[in-house]
């Protein structure tokens, strides 16, 4: 069974912490996604990856950075949290074939609160 | 870049067949049309995929006209487990969902 897994499902810190958000994917995917998601807004592409130390903005990455040293693992940074960042952050992996034809697999998601 | 547009929220009854409209004026030549399924506390979930006219699965029929500038997404006689958020994506080059739908089915 396919499998996509992040690190917290609820995550708690105060407005300056530096924030480690971490994604493990089993599918040997090349391509994988951190998205943000809140209400009303639906999902927002932060960063994607589609090898290994590559990596590409998407439409809201201010504030956040990444980290793909291994294909499996993908990882979101927050460097200094602020509050505006909480959020629930969802993680996704396809596979090689053109990232718009293939099915994404996301994780539980992490619901992150800064204080 | 393809921005989607969704009805925020829809009500259904059991047994009764939903119809949810994205529209998509901008869609690129090589952009597909994919929808999502998520409940709560739970990340989305794949449902259907397609490029023009017409695709079915087990689940679901996803039609799309010839402009392509729009696709709706039918789900036959819904149940309660239904309920859930929709969403559509065009994805080409990058991913864009929309704001989604939020489907309730009542008894």
């Known amino acids: 069974d396919v499998k996509v897994t992040q690190s917290s499902r609820y995550l708690v810190k105060r407005t300056g912490e530096k924030v480690f958000l971490e994604c493990v994917q089993d599918?040997?995917?090349?391509?994988m996604f951190w998205y943000r998601q809140d209400p009303g807004l639906g999902l927002r592409l932060i960063y994607f990856?589609?090898?290994?130390?590559?990596?590409e903005k998407g439409d809201i990455p201010e504030g956040y950075s990444v980290s793909r040293e291994k294909k499996e693992r993908f990882s979101l940074i927050l460097e200094s949290a602020s509050t505006n960042q909480t959020s629930m952050y969802l993680c996704?992996?396809?596979?090689?074939?053109?990232?718009?034809?293939?099915?994404?697999?996301f994780g539980p998601g992490t619901r992150l609160t800064v204080l | 870049l393809a921005k989607t547009t969704q009805p925020i929220s829809m009500d259904s009854y059991e047994g009764q067949e939903v119809n949810i409209t994205c529209s998509h004026n901008?869609?690129?030549?090589?952009?597909?049309i994919t929808w999502y399924q998520q409940f709560p506390s739970q990340g989305p979930r794949f449902i259907i995929q397609?490029?023009?006219t017409k695709v079915t699965n087990e689940v679901a029929s996803l039609f799309i006209p010839a402009d392509r500038k729009s696709s709706t997404l039918s789900l036959p006689r819904v149940s309660l487990s239904d309920t859930a958020v929709y969403y559509c994506?065009?994805?080409?080059?990058?991913?864009?969902f929309g704001a989604g739908t939020r489907l309730t089915v009542k008894p």
């Open positions: 901008n869609i690129a030549t090589n952009d597909y």
């Open positions: 990856s589609y090898d290994v130390k590559m990596k």
């Open positions: 397609g490029y023009k």
């Open positions: 599918m040997d995917h090349e391509n």
């Open positions: 996704a992996s396809t596979g090689r074939e053109g990232l718009g034809l293939n099915e994404q697999f």
């Open positions: 994506l065009v994805a080409g080059a990058l991913m864009r």
